[in-house]
């Protein structure tokens, strides 16, 4: 059974303080691993496909990775608009279906 | 922003009355999906469509039923409603292409007392 796990929780930073979001995933194959946010009262708006392990991609102060078992969302010198959950997501190889985690409930105070 | 409507966007219903919830969209995608949320179990996947009138059960079917007969239309519902199914439902849609992902509506906030 397909598995994903984000961590933290939750993660308070201050404005321009850097960090990193992780997802953990078990699937039987993987064709894609997505990263969405998702802001209040709104569905999850989409932020980036990666599709094997050592691939990278960028989107302003977001940038995620993957390995074999995990994914990475580094957030550099966030703001406080960056403020929202972030979902992982991962789709197995045949299959149209996500799976996704709980998310990563991050705040940016100024 | 992809083109996806959910109606209604809040609704606040008794326990053992049929709801219906409808996606509409506008892209032409192939695929179109139900999910609903809640805390500490995130999106979990009800029921998807993958043309009209083809639709398969997600991990959380039990008690709910879809209906597609246009491309453009993907209805869920509630034949009798419980407690336990008071959540945000969203609508997604995507297209064949692998690297066409996922979009979500903004959802339906459901409320059964």
């Known amino acids: 059974e397909d598995q994903v796990t984000q961590s933290p929780e939750a993660l308070r930073l201050q404005e321009g303080e850097s960090s990193s979001l992780n997802c953990s995933y078990t699937v039987s194959g993987l064709r894609g691993l997505f990263w969405y946010r998702q802001d209040p009262g709104k569905g999850p708006e989409f932020l980036f496909t990666?599709?094997?392990a050592g691939e990278e991609k960028e989107k302003e102060r977001l940038k995620a990775t993957l390995t074999k078992k995990e994914s990475f969302l580094h957030i550099t010198a966030p703001k406080p608009e960056d403020s929202a959950t972030y979902l992982c997501?991962?789709?197995?190889?045949?299959?149209?279906?996500?799976?996704f985690g709980q998310g990563t409930r991050l705040t940016i105070n100024p | 922003d992809a083109g996806i409507t959910q109606s209604p966007r809040h609704k606040v219903t008794e326990t053992g009355t049929p709801v219906t919830l409808r996606c509409h969209q506008t892209e032409n995608h192939r695929y179109m999906y139900w999910y609903r949320q809640d805390p500490g179990h995130g999106l979990r996947l009800i029921h998807y469509s993958y043309g009209v009138k083809d639709t398969d059960k997600g991990e959380v079917s039990d008690g709910y039923s879809v209906s597609r007969s246009k491309t453009e239309d993907f209805l869920l519902t509630l034949e009798s409603a419980t407690s336990s199914q008071t959540s945000v439902y969203f609508c997604a849609i995507s297209d064949y292409d692998r690297d066409q992902p996922q979009h979500f509506g903004d959802g339906t906030r459901l409320s059964i007392l």
């Open positions: 997501a991962v789709q197995e190889g045949g299959a149209q279906k996500l799976v």
């Open positions: 990666l599709y094997s």
